[in-house]
Nanobody
């Protein structure tokens, strides 16, 4: 069982930045790492993913504003969020998929609130 510990959420104004961090209790054999988010009344949706060789995927709504990165040795993934918008308000969940078993793990979620 892999545990994911998230940090970095908070409340900001539109146009500001936040950086989310997530560290897995085990760093070996992780394929995908990334972030999903869920706004009130909406389904959980992909924000950004990065695989073990650094290939990334982003939701169209965050391209050019958010950057996902990872440290394979440390088992840590970050999400740098710039130019935040009101519609970025959501609970952000760290996501990990193991490379061998394909088992998925989720963090507990961290709240990001963008308000003026």
């Amino acid at each position: 069982q892999v545990q994911l510990v998230e940090s970095g959420g908070g409340s900001v104004q539109p146009g500001e930045s936040l950086r989310l961090s997530c560290t897995a209790s085990e760093s070996a054999f992780i394929y995908d790492m990334g972030w999903y988010r869920q706004a009130p009344g909406k389904q959980r949706q992909l924000v950004a993913l990065i695989n073990d060789v650094g290939a990334t995927a982003y939701a169209d709504s965050v391209k050019d504003r958010f950057t996902v990165s990872r440290d394979n040795t440390a088992g840590t993934v970050w999400l740098q969020m710039n130019k935040l918008k009101l519609e970025d308000t959501a609970v952000y969940y760290c996501y990990v998929q193991m490379s061998v078993t394909r088992v998925e793990y989720w963090g507990q979620g961290t709240q990001v609130t963008v308000s003026s």
